[in-house]
């Protein structure tokens, strides 16, 4: 094969192009501090990193829902313990008024803070958050309890204007979770006893007769009945904070694996990414200097 002057130049003219890409190849990655910033780079690390960043966003999602969740499932503890104490206030109430030795007057006191209590109590079934009620179902931004006059317009009566329904959050691909928000638990309407509307229906009617035997007997029973109904759905509402709470360590567990493999796969080793652009520049500056030895001598050269 013959060597010649025009051979050489093209050789030395496409090794110093390929030791330029080198040395920009560094260097971009020293200003970006990435090891890949466009597709053309290495297309399959690029779309690693796409994933790992499409991952890592909706992991940020699902760690905002299990955040609201939680709080969510907070105010509906509180609720439910200011509604536990109002319950409980009344059975209490309940009992003084089934003693014999209470007269009329002493009863219609003791039906005066009944009725104080309700309120209470119906205020905290209707605490909202986040401008919804908590406890209203999928109809959320109405009042679900209202205490409104019976049929027979003589006393009060709760109703329930909610819906049945639970309200469903996902929290992971393919993990959802219940929230508690099916308010019609609260009317405790399966037994018809103890309906919450007709429970407190029946008592004030008693209070007013000074029926001792029902406040102390059925009434009494069914505010009890009541006490535990509440409590149940408080111990539910619980065991969802609980699974939240795991949930919530588990997306933390995974946002940090998530974060520390994307690193791995796009940020840069500072100090080696630096020595490997020392020795392209070392090599670059080299094929400079040897430029001048392989490329032909031009005209004024010779004139000298």
Same mark, same amino acid.
Do not use: W
């Given at each position: ?6 051979? %050489?130049?093209?050789?030395? %003219?496409?090794? *110093? ?5 080198? !040395? ?50 907070? !105010? /509906? @503890? ?69 205490? $409104? ?15 049945? @329904? ?19 638990? &609260?009317? +405790? ?13 029946? &008592?004030?009617?008693? &209070? @007013?007769?000074?029926?001792? $035997? ?17 409590? +149940? ?7 969802? /904070? ?15 694996? *998530? ?29 400079? /200097?040897?430029?001048?030895?392989? *490329? /032909? ?8």
């Amino acid at each position: 094969m013959r060597v010649t002057n025009s051979l %050489m130049s093209k050789n030395f %003219m496409r090794n *110093l192009n390929n030791n330029m890409k080198n !040395v920009y190849k560094y260097q971009e990655q020293l200003s970006t501090m990435q090891q890949v910033s466009r597709p053309s780079g290495d297309p399959l690390k690029v779309s690693k990193v796409l994933d790992l960043n499409n991952e890592i966003k909706q992991n940020d999602e699902y760690k905002s829902t299990i955040n609201d969740s939680i709080d969510f499932a907070n !105010v /509906q @503890d509180s609720a439910l313990a200011n509604a536990t104490t109002s319950i409980q206030r009344i059975y209490t109430l309940t009992q003084q008024a089934a003693n014999g030795t209470y007269n009329h007057e002493d009863r219609q006191s003791i039906k005066a803070e009944v009725e104080n209590e309700i309120d209470t109590l119906m205020d905290s079934f209707n605490t909202s958050f986040g401008g919804k009620y908590i406890f209203a179902g999928n109809n959320s931004t109405t009042k679900p309890f209202v205490k $409104e006059a019976s049929v027979e317009g003589e006393m009060p009566k709760v109703t329930y204007k909610g819906t049945s @329904d639970n309200t469903s959050k996902e929290i992971a691909r393919g993990v959802a979770v219940e929230m508690k928000t099916d308010g019609s638990v &609260l009317m +405790n309407t399966q037994e018809e006893s103890s309906d919450l509307g007709t429970l407190f229906n029946d &008592l004030l009617v008693a &209070l @007013d007769s000074d029926d001792t $035997e029902k406040l102390g007997g059925s009434i009494l029973n069914n505010v009890d009945k009541q006490i535990n109904n509440i409590v +149940n759905l408080r111990t539910n509402i619980g065991a969802t /904070q609980n699974r939240l709470v795991a949930a919530k360590d588990r997306n933390e567990s995974e946002y940090l694996n *998530l974060k520390t493999t994307y690193s791995n796969t796009q940020d840069i080793d500072l100090a080696e990414t630096y020595m490997k652009y020392s020795m392209e520049m070392v090599s670059y500056e080299a094929s400079l /200097q040897m430029g001048t030895k392989i *490329l /032909q001598n031009n005209l004024l050269d010779y004139i000298r």
